[in-house]
């Protein structure tokens, strides 16, 4: 069963711990071995392609001299016929057999070569895939025991004497307390400073003597002797 | 990298004019950290809970349990979550057992800046997704 559908099947049993039912240290161990093996099997497979290639071309390249050989041959037998010397012409026709011959063992080699390149390939692939299946289905539960830590500490920590049924009300309420409070000190300290400026001007006007100037016990004696 | 290294790393760290406050939990007794519990300056009824695997660092925020519903309303709001989960911005939600959850999912790759940013995206995501569902709770 894949990781999703028991994940799913958990759900829907209603389990309480769903990470439970899909948590298994053995199971993770498992998959971890799986990995490691198919890894290791790849390696394997790598050597042994790195070799068979070689051979692969080696042969090829044979293949292809005794080609050449042949149709070199072939045009010794031709002038041979042409200047009517039959025996000289069986000699290389003889020769030709030989080189045909050759040719005929070494084609199979040739084509079981490409056949071991193609299965080795195939099966990286294979093993490639397993692997990237593995893995994924290694990090799913993974995340799975993730969240269930997440989901262990949040338990005790949510035990500390909010009551349950109006726990994310109160939080809001209080985040939202604590975000105006900070509003209003920053707006009492701006219009705290507004006024500092505005009694910073006043006095300086007042200095310089324009605006309001504070009654002077001289000016009021000045006034009444008047 | 490690939850040791990401604890290192991001306590204290400054992103986006928010602070963020790292306290990792040890859940086995052999001194492995399992998970740790990040604080967005601000956001402190809404911590984030950080795994990782090999491949993942998995951010989770507890929205609400499944109790705190309007049972009248579950279905309808279980309809908006999956079309709303696909609007927001680097946060999923979902629940885990009873729990409804925002969370995000990143490679462990990913660079500590991006990691501090997608944290605290996640809690004001966190805060929109609750007051916008309040409706939805007892």
Redesign the interface.
């Known amino acids: 069963m894949s990781i999703f559908k028991k994940l799913v099947t958990a759900i829907r049993g209603g389990a ?3 990470g439970e039912a899909v948590v298994d240290t053995n199971a993770i161990r498992i998959l971890e071995q799986e990995i490691v093996d198919q890894e290791n099997a790849i390696a394997k497979a790598k050597d042994a392609l790195t070799g068979v290639m070689a051979d692969e071309s080696k042969t090829a390249r044979q293949i292809n001299a005794i080609k050449d050989r042949i149709g070199e041959h072939e045009g010794y037998a031709t002038q041979a016929l042409e200047k009517g010397d039959e025996a000289l012409a069986l000699e290389v026709a003889e020769k030709i057999a030989e080189y045909e011959n050759e040719l005929a063992e070494m084609q199979p080699v040739l084509d079981s070569y490409k056949a071991s390149v193609q299965s080795l390939k195939d099966q990286i692939r294979k093993a490639e895939k397993c692997i990237q299946e593995n893995k994924r289905e290694l ?1 799913v539960v ?2 799975t ?3 269930q ?6 338990n005790s ?2 035990s500390s004497g909010v009551s ?9 309420n ?3 307390e ?2 105006q409070r ?1 509003e209003d000190k920053i707006k009492a300290s701006e219009e705290l400073n507004a006024e500092n400026t505005d009694a910073a001007l006043k006095s300086k006007l007042e200095a310089a003597g324009i605006g309001k100037t504070k009654s002077q016990a001289s000016d009021i004696l000045a006034r009444l002797k008047k | 990298m490690s939850l040791k290294e990401l604890a290192i790393q991001l306590s204290g760290y400054i992103q986006d004019g928010y602070s963020l406050d790292v306290l990792p ?1 040890q ?1 086995n007794g052999n001194g492995e950290i ?2 740790l ?1 990040i604080t967005v300056e ?6 984030i ?8 660092i ?1 951010c ?1 925020t ?4 499944k ?2 519903v309007k049972q009248e309303l579950l279905d309808d709001l279980n309809d908006t979550l999956l079309q709303l989960s696909v609007n927001v911005p680097l946060s999923s939600l979902g629940k ?2 009873g ?1 409804y959850v925002l969370f995000g ?1 990143m490679s462990v790759n990913t660079l500590l800046d991006n990691i501090a940013h997608e944290l605290v995206v996640q809690s004001e995501n966190a ?1 929109e997704a ?2 916008a569902l ?1 409706e939805f ?2």
Do not use: C, H, M, Y
Request: net charge negative; aromatic share 4%.
């Open positions: 309480r711990e769903i990090s993974k995340t025991e993730s969240v830590k997440a989901r262990v500490s949040v920590s949510l349950k049924s109006s726990a994310a009300r109160e939080s809001l209080r985040i939202k604590r975000q900070t | 939990i859940e399992s998970v519990q601000g956001f402190d009824e809404l911590p809970f950080v795994t990782s695997t090999d491949e993942q998995l989770v507890n929205l609400f349990q109790e705190e885990i057992d729990q999912a805060l609750l007051e309040e709770l007892n």
